[in-house]
């Protein structure tokens, strides 16, 4: 069901960003220590804009289409924190945040070693379309499950890496929450996307094709 939602999201930013291009500057800290946090992921929310903070906290994203977007800020041991923005044509935009250590980073971390059957019945519900055969979780392990009284969550410390080789792009899922008594779903997160290479024509045409064909499909659904 995760990489249904991907599929989906993944074609609604294809066609949303040709306009006008900022740049966005800030600096990143701890928000208990106020020390820089470097190597910090900074990416615009269902987008393939992305970069990283520098040594000294600090990160510039260039070519930032105008509009509103949701920026997403990620760095392991911390809470993600998001915020929505309006970039204008014309307007520096630059700003300083801060990142909580998140209460499980600081609470004891318990492993799990076996991975049983269980674990892989609760994993299906990533979902068994044709579109979703093309997709591999590279990291499925980070995913962690709970059932209780016939519903079943999911929760990830990491992001959730996913290759969609049916749009063509490499998908770095940040899994807020998932909630789901088989019947409704509920699900937020922050994708973070970039587009997978293929020296293989075929390969970019099929790509193309089932790109646009989802929006297609985006565009006439009520």
């Not at 208990?32 to 903070?53: C, D, M, R």
């Not at 499980?104 to 059957?117: F, G, I, R």
């Amino acid at each position: 069901m995760v990489k249904n939602v991907l599929i989906y999201v993944a074609a609604l930013f294809a066609a949303s960003f040709i306009t006008h291009a900022q740049t966005l500057t800030g600096v990143i800290k701890d928000s208990k220590t106020n020390e820089p946090i470097p190597f910090a992921s900074v990416f615009l929310s269902n987008t393939t804009f992305a970069t990283e903070t520098g040594i000294d906290g600090t990160f510039k994203l260039k070519n930032v289409p105008t509009g509103t977007h949701t920026l997403a800020i990620c760095f392991i041991g911390y809470e993600t924190l998001n915020r929505t923005i309006k970039v204008v044509k014309g307007q520096l935009v630059t700003f300083t945040e801060s990142l909580v250590p998140s209460a499980q980073q600081l609470a004891e971390v318990k492993v799990q070693t076996n991975w049983d059957e269980k674990w892989e019945k609760q994993y299906q519900f990533m979902g068994e379309t044709a579109a979703v055969q093309y997709c591999k979780v590279i990291n499925p392990r980070v995913i962690d499950f709970g059932e209780k009284r016939e519903v079943l969550t999911a929760k990830a410390d990491k992001a959730i890496e996913i290759d969609n080789r049916f749009l063509g792009y490499r998908i770095l899922y940040t899994l807020k929450s998932f909630k789901t008594d088989g019947v409704e779903i509920r699900l937020t997160g922050y994708a973070q996307f970039s587009e997978l290479w293929s020296d293989k024509p075929s390969k970019k045409a099929f790509w193309a094709a089932n790109r646009d064909k989802l929006l297609h499909f985006i565009k006439i659904t009520p």
